[in-house]
């Protein structure tokens, strides 16, 4: 009850103070203003750009926690693990292929399957996917077995056949039409979700007549069902496996030189982690061979960025501690002013601690209320950045004003009023009473 | 019946640049409940000085202080500051009003020194009967500014009783006020005894003192009985 009635005591005579010396406290809050906004600024900033970065992150590694599985380099991997995971939601398994879509008979425009402005030939492995008109395909050396086919409207892309919605791990953002739907039967028309690097090669060469896919027993005619930003610099399609398995046999979907298969799990797949690995054990995989890796995003960005953030944040204390100076030269001015007011507020039984709470109160509220405008300023200025800049950057559209900007601003208002207000408070409460009243 | 204060042998030595000089030498006082005690003295003869040291303001150097049968020589700053809180009253010659407070503002400020906690209306209930018992309840939304010397030292009257003292102590409180206006300031002092208030008023002004029921006279660091016109 009694530290109950100093805090609110302290309280109402600092409020009572702040009102009396409204131009003080504006001039106070103006030193501080600055220095809390590059807190509050540098917060949200380091905070926004994690985000961005995170979600470019997890949509190319997956998101924190997700279990990696790399499976032994046994033939019989890639079957035995997509049996395994077949129906289940908490795990997907990814094949990975080289395929050319396109014109029938030519050579892609981009051959190696690298990005369309990178020019053809610029991700060549040295080998070629030579079809020939009874539509028989195969990967044949540069320059040597395959006869030089004219270069026309193909597209070469990476394309990754899914057991399930990879999204769940991978969230990539649909860029226009719709993502792969798992629920009903396979279709014999593959559909396929292009991702953004792909679709720009596909914007420039309009003919997604065929798919041509190493190991595949014809050329299906795929469906573009959408686009998706999956954060990857290459040309990349993704297809439903069991589609894919349609026109392929297991052991053709998965190409040991483009990644072969790899599979993602949820943390709480532990059962399915034991069952693959008996499965693979009991077809004589090399189970050494078999491991599970969790991603860690987070981690391995927090310390890419804590020391940008440590270094821009102490640039800010730089500021603050100017915005501290001019809080501790206006208390103290204000002390010298208020001495009578001391010594009588002593003089009516005011315990000098709670004289000095009340300096600190003040001080305190003024940091405090700076805070809330500097908050209120940044909070006003990421909407206007995001208002006039969302279109160019899209990570700034829809962008929410972190928390954690938020609490530093906060924090550092309140840190700024209690170093601000220290010297004043321990001034205040030593002023003598006796000598002020016989002033 | 046990006196309020009682000082014995108190002595005080104010520390100089040049020479310490005793201002308290052996001075010896008792105030009952009710009583009203006048002291007189030159200027810088140490009569404020003896009202620091009963209002623990300050420190006597030697002697002994009974407040009730309670020996407070030596209290400490925390438990001095209870005492104040508690036990006296403050009237000083400038009124050390806030300027910024409106009168009941300025009188219910004694109620807000972290001493115990009092709700606001509360607060203002006894402002306002502090106000009224000194008839200036009226003025108590006006600001210091606008209030004459006499009611501004009324106000300051109603801000020592606002915690129902048992000990009022007054240094030089008409000091600034004209001889009228002194005179009501004055008796409105003394009107506290009737309920049982012990009074010590530090004045220049025999006439006033001579209102007291005792008259002191200090000097040389001595206190004793004073002469007075009758």
Redesign the interface.
């Known amino acids: 009850m009694r530290l109950s009635g100093r805090l609110r005591s302290s309280l109402i005579i600092g409020g009572q103070g702040i009102r009396a010396r409204k131009l003080r406290t504006f001039l106070s809050m103006v030193s501080l203003f600055l220095g809390v906004l590059a807190v509050v600024a540098v917060q949200a900033g380091s905070v926004i750009a994690e985000r961005a970065l995170l979600a470019d992150i997890e949509m190319t590694t997956g998101k924190d926690g997700t279990l990696q599985v790399y499976l032994p380099s046994a033939p019989e991997s890639a079957t035995v693990a997509m049996d395994t995971v077949r129906g289940h939601g908490d795990a997907v398994a990814i094949t990975s292929t080289q395929a050319v879509i396109g014109e029938p008979g030519v050579r892609p425009v981009n051959e190696g399957g690298g990005p369309l402005e990178d020019g053809a030939g610029a991700y060549s492995t040295g080998m070629t996917r030579y079809c020939d008109d009874a539509g028989d395909c195969r990967t044949v050396e540069d320059d040597q077995d395959a006869p030089q086919l004219p270069q026309g409207k193909a597209i070469e892309l990476n394309l990754q056949g899914l057991s399930a919605d990879i999204r769940q791990f991978r969230p990539f953002r649909t860029q226009s039409g719709e993502w792969l739907d798992f629920g009903g039967a396979p279709s014999l028309s593959p559909r396929i979700v292009l991702n953004t690097k792909a679709a720009e090669a596909f914007r420039k060469v309009r003919v997604p007549a065929e798919m041509r896919v190493a190991g595949a027993l014809a050329n299906p005619t795929p469906r573009i069902v959408g686009v998706v930003d999956d954060g990857g610099y290459m040309p990349t399609a993704y297809v439903r496996s069991d589609e894919l398995l349609n026109w392929m046999p297991v052991g053709a979907i998965a190409d040991p030189n483009f990644g072969g298969v790899q599979l993602l799990m949820s943390p709480a797949a532990t059962d399915l982690e034991q069952i693959l690995r008996s499965r693979l054990d009991a077809a004589g995989a090399n189970i050494d061979e078999f491991q599970v890796v969790p991603v860690d995003s987070r981690e391995h960005l927090a310390s890419e960025l804590s020391l940008l953030r440590w270094i821009f944040l102490g640039m800010a204390a730089l500021v603050l501690l100017i915005g501290v100076a001019g809080i501790l030269n206006v208390g103290l001015a204000t002390v010298g002013e208020r001495v009578e007011e001391f010594a009588l507020r002593r003089a009516v039984g005011t315990p000098r601690l709670l004289l000095a709470g009340i300096v600190l109160a003040e001080t305190l509220l003024t940091g405090l209320l700076t805070a809330m405008l500097a908050i209120g300023v940044g909070i006003v200025g990421l909407k206007g950045t995001s208002w006039l800049f969302a279109a160019r950057e899209p990570f700034l559209a829809d962008v929410q004003f972190p928390w954690q900007a938020g609490v530093a601003g906060v924090v550092a208002g309140l840190v700024a009023g209690v170093l601000g207000g220290l010297i004043p408070a321990v001034r205040a409460a030593r002023i003598p009473i006796a000598t002020v009243m016989r002033a | 019946m046990t006196p309020l204060v009682r000082l014995t042998g108190i002595t005080k030595t104010l520390t100089g640049q040049e020479q310490d000089r005793t201002i308290l030498d052996g001075v010896d006082l008792t105030l009952a409940a009710g009583e009203s005690v006048a002291v007189l003295g030159r200027s810088g003869s140490g009569k ?2 003896l009202l ?1 040291l009963i ?1 623990l ?2 420190r006597a150097d030697g002697g002994q202080y009974l407040l009730g049968d309670k020996d407070i020589t030596r209290v400490p ?2 438990k001095a ?6 036990e006296f009253g ?1 009237v ?1 010659q ?1 009124f ?1 009003l ?1 300027k ?2 409106t009168a009941v ?1 300025n009188v219910s ?2 109620l ?6 009092l709700p606001r209306r509360k607060r203002r209930a006894k402002a306002m009967a502090a106000l009224d018992r000194l008839g200036i309840a009226h003025l108590a939304k006006h600001k210091p500014p606008r209030l004459s010397g006499g009611e501004q030292q009324r106000v300051a009257i109603a ?1 020592a009783l606002v ?1 129902e003292p048992r000990i009022l102590l007054a ?1 030089e409180p008409t000091g600034a006020l004209d001889t009228e206006t002194g005179n009501l300031v004055v008796d409105a002092l003394r009107d506290t005894t009737e309920r049982g208030c012990g009074l010590v008023l530090v004045t220049h002004d025999r006439d006033h003192a001579a209102k007291m029921s005792r008259v002191l006279h200090l000097a040389d660091g001595v206190l004793g009985p004073a002469e007075v016109p009758a």
């Open positions: 404020s000085t620091s209002g303001f300050d700053e925390r500051a209870a005492l104040r809180s508690a403050f000083f400038r050390f806030l910024h407070l503002q400020m004694a807000v020194n972290g001493q115990g906690w801000r915690r240094d």
